[in-house]
């Protein structure tokens, strides 16, 4: 989009937010908007421009499909504005990309890592904070889902669930804080903890039937008042 907004929303008075499928690149230049509703999105990658554009998401679900974002072929969502670039309101974002690829981003609503291969590495960086905020759930089905910068914080306010082939963490040199509401490890899944602190909500629960690696690193609960 390089002029205006594409709005999925039917005419005036309609009353249908229609499906919208790219199976290439989203990319949206300086000054521009695409507003998804409760559409079901599906995307190649995303790239959102750095000067007054955004992404206003869709509430229901945006698969991401492949990469490409940026021009190198390594990435499936940049957004170079920052917090006002990408609105997640109530949505998922899903992450299937068949390759090895880089999510930069702050914030996701709920976010789901579900990749190829259990091998296969989705890494995230932050644009300017620090900090990777999910604001409601974090699912990884399959594949591995790491920090850039090892010492960034992620935090997880609703439930992590990571299932059979998936894992989160890679390398044992991250350091940065991890906040989780609740953690489930199933059979086949893998936490690779941070050496900094990993802290669960008051009232969150842990449940570990597969492996967790501790990293020699702390492991605290949040006790209610």
């Known amino acids: ?15 249908t937010d229609f499906e919208l499928t790219v199976t290439g690149a989203v ?11 409760a559409s079901v999105c599906e995307f190649g990658s995303v790239q959102i421009g750095s000067s007054g554009a955004n992404l ?18 390594a990435k499936s969502w940049i957004n170079l504005r920052g917090d006002n670039g990408f609105t997640p309101n109530s949505g998922k974002v899903i992450f299937t990309p068949a390759a090895n ?15 190829d291969t259990s091998a296969r590495e989705y890494s995230w960086r932050d644009i300017n904070a620090d900090t990777l905020t999910i604001a409601g759930d974090l699912t990884v089905k399959e594949g ?44 086949g899944g893998t936490y690779k903890a941070t050496k900094g602190v990993t802290k669960m909500s008051a009232g969150g629960t842990f449940n570990d039937a597969g492996t967790y690696t501790h990293n020699n690193g702390t492991f605290a609960v949040e006790v209610g008042t």
């Open 56 to 73: 206003d998401g869709s509430s229901t679900t945006t698969t991401i499909t492949s990469t490409g974002a940026g021009g190198d072929g």
């Open 101 to 115: 690829t880089t999510i930069k981003e702050n914030t996701f609503h709920d976010l789901e890592i579900n990749a």
């Open 144 to 187: 591995i889902f790491k920090r850039v910068t090892v010492a960034d914080t992620l935090t997880v306010t609703g439930d992590v669930t990571i299932e059979s082939g998936g894992q989160i963490g890679y390398s044992n040199d991250e350091t940065g804080a991890t906040n989780f509401g609740s953690l489930t490890i199933e059979g």
């Open 1 to 15: 989009i390089t002029l205006g907004e594409l709005d999925t929303h039917g005419p005036s008075g309609g009353g």
């Open 27 to 37: 990319d949206l230049a300086d000054n521009t908007t695409l507003t998804c509703n």
